[in-house]
T-cell receptor, first 115, second 108 residues
Framework: NAGVTQTPKFQVLKTGQSMTLQCAQDMNHNSMYWYRQDPGMGLRLIYYSASEGTTDKGEVPNGYNVSRLNKREFSLRLESAAPSQTSVYFC??????????????FGDGTRLSIL | QKEVEQDPGPLSVPEGAIVSLNCTYSNSAFQYFMWYRQYSRKGPELLMYTYSSGNKEDGRFTAQVDKSSKYISLFIRDSQPSDSATYLCEAAGNKLTFGGGTRVLVKP
């Protein structure tokens, strides 16, 4: 069972470059999420999509854009990467819409370094 | 102040001991409470999921929620070295928020 698949697993960018992080889930979940995880900060929500065709900002959306391509796929784009965006990025999905009736299933993350 | 507070540890215990983990939260609208385990360089995986107050047991794991005190706990009985990981609590309701995680080390 694949669950939530994230690509790439690792990436190094230069300041100002752009990049799209890909996420796909095979559990037929409605809701999908993007987080960043930094030491001592826990998981912080960047954007989420309660259902296909909708997206909403989370706690730390600045510098990011998202696209819910279809029910399976939810991508995160950095238009002009900054060193402050060096982090580990996690995608997650859950069965019902929005915040209700968690829990979430996570991918194994994308480790992104911006020089 | 974070809406969900969690002691970062590290918490070091001998093999076979009980591991006790706690989180406090401030948002009364939180109704769903989760505990995740995260191994190094992996994504969080769900351990326990509870709704509202009460206890829930699953094998060696017990989750407790006290909404009157806004306090959630996870207990791991007969701890094993394989339990060494970071444990994250999550609270959800009108929003979802994670604690910062507690690193646990179980020594053989």
């Amino acid at each position: 069972n694949a669950g939530v698949t994230q690509t790439p697993k690792f990436q190094v960018l230069k300041t100002g470059q752009s990049m799209t992080l890909q996420c796909a889930q095979d559990m037929n979940h409605n809701s999908m999420y993007w987080y960043r995880q930094d030491p001592g900060m826990g998981l912080r929500l960047i954007y989420y999509s309660a259902s296909e065709g909708t997206t909403d900002k989370g706690e730390v959306p600045n510098g990011y854009n998202v696209s819910r391509l279809n029910k399976r796929e939810f991508s995160l784009r950095l238009e002009s990467a900054a060193p402050s965006q060096t982090s580990v990025y996690f995608c997650a999905s859950s069965g019902l819409q929005g915040y209700s009736n968690q829990p979430q299933h996570f991918g194994d993350g994308t480790r992104l370094s911006i020089l | 102040q974070k809406e969900v507070e969690q002691d970062p540890g590290p918490l070091s215990v001998p093999e076979g001991a009980i591991v006790s983990l706690n989180c406090t939260y401030s948002n009364s609208a939180f109704q769903y409470f989760m505990w995740y385990r995260q191994y190094s360089r992996k994504g969080p995986e769900l351990l326990m999921y509870t709704y509202s107050s009460g206890n829930k047991e699953d094998g060696r794991f017990t989750a407790q929620v006290d909404k009157s005190s806004k306090y959630i706990s996870l207990f791991i009985r007969d701890s094993q070295p394989s339990d060494s990981a970071t444990y994250l609590c999550e609270a959800a309701g009108n929003k979802l928020t994670f604690g910062g995680g507690t690193r646990v080390l179980v020594k053989p």
